[in-house]
């Protein structure tokens, strides 16, 4: 992070004022982990011994496991996003930070 923010500074872009706030960063990791999740789904609905039926099945279970998710997020467990859950705690941060 902080070679890219001095990239940045270097030249000259306003991009860099956005890695020194923690809210911003916090939003980027969260989507870094939720970017992460749909990579393994859609490369689990790739190949040749993929059907209807099994990405159908993949597809529900992705779904349950947002829901699940979206439970742990609500009562503070942030585990199943690591890089989200490496930066709050680096950084002291609140979960409710997150739940916003």
């Not at 970017?35 to 990405?55: C, R, Y």
């Not at 597809?59 to 009562?75: D, N, P, T």
């Not at 490496?86 to 002291?92: G, K």
């Amino acid at each position: 992070r902080d070679e890219v923010r001095l990239f940045l500074m270097e030249h000259g872009s306003q991009l860099a004022d956005h890695l020194n706030d923690p809210a911003w960063i916090t939003r980027l990791a969260y989507l870094s982990c939720i970017f992460e999740k749909l990579n393994g789904l859609n490369l689990a609905l790739q190949g040749e011994n993929t059907n209807i039926l099994s990405m159908n099945d993949k597809i529900c279970a992705f779904k349950r496991k947002l829901e699940c998710w979206s439970g742990q997020v609500r009562m503070g467990s942030l585990e199943m996003f690591s890089e989200l859950d490496e930066f709050i705690e680096e950084n002291a941060l609140s979960v409710k930070t997150v739940q916003k």
